[in-house]
């Protein structure tokens, strides 16, 4: 993650200083033209984690990492000018489990793993002001997760969960504006959800209960047409 950050913020500052030596050799710069709304479709890869809770006696702590998943989605926005735009989308992630572990101890034999629908209102700022084929950009949106979560083992423990939980998400980015009609994006997404109950089983008799938080990191590519 580190390492794509660092790209990200090197490119920002590429861009920038390219567009200040445009700029020096131009008296009056033409504003940009736009297409005020606008379809995307969206593939990329994902990281999760979580966070959970020990129980009251400080036992059954479960952890869990996945390998990471292709995920994909559309987006329809509109564009309020040619800064600031809003955009409803929906993304599906799933994962195979990779590592599973109750109190430190990883059972044989894993399967399943977790899927994340996810519906968002997002709000971006393109600086096209400065900047006109390649284009910064950065977002926050809200909105809901459902999150299903079936791991089991060989031996006898399982993991269940099914629940709608409140999320919310930071983006940044770089478009590139082939023409008018067709973005070209590369972007970095942190998905975070609320509490999600997860079951843990020993045979089919319910152990405990664990809340969990997950966080979702998406490394995205996105293909956008305008219209009008």
Known sequence: MTRIVRTLIATLLICFSLNTMAVTTTDTPSAPTYYSKYFSFILGTSNISRIAKRDNDGNFVYKHTENFPINGGLAFGYYFNPNWHAEISGLYIDADSDRFNVNDVSPAGLSGGVTFFTTMLTGVYELRQYFDTLVPFAGMGVGATQVIESVKTRSNYSLK???????????????????????VSVSYHILMTGNVNLDLKDANTVVHTLPNHYTVQMYHLTFTYHFD
């Open 161 to 183: 969960g099914n629940q709608i939980t409140p999320a919310a998400q930071g983006i940044i980015g770089i478009d590139y504006h082939a023409d008018t009609q067709l973005t």
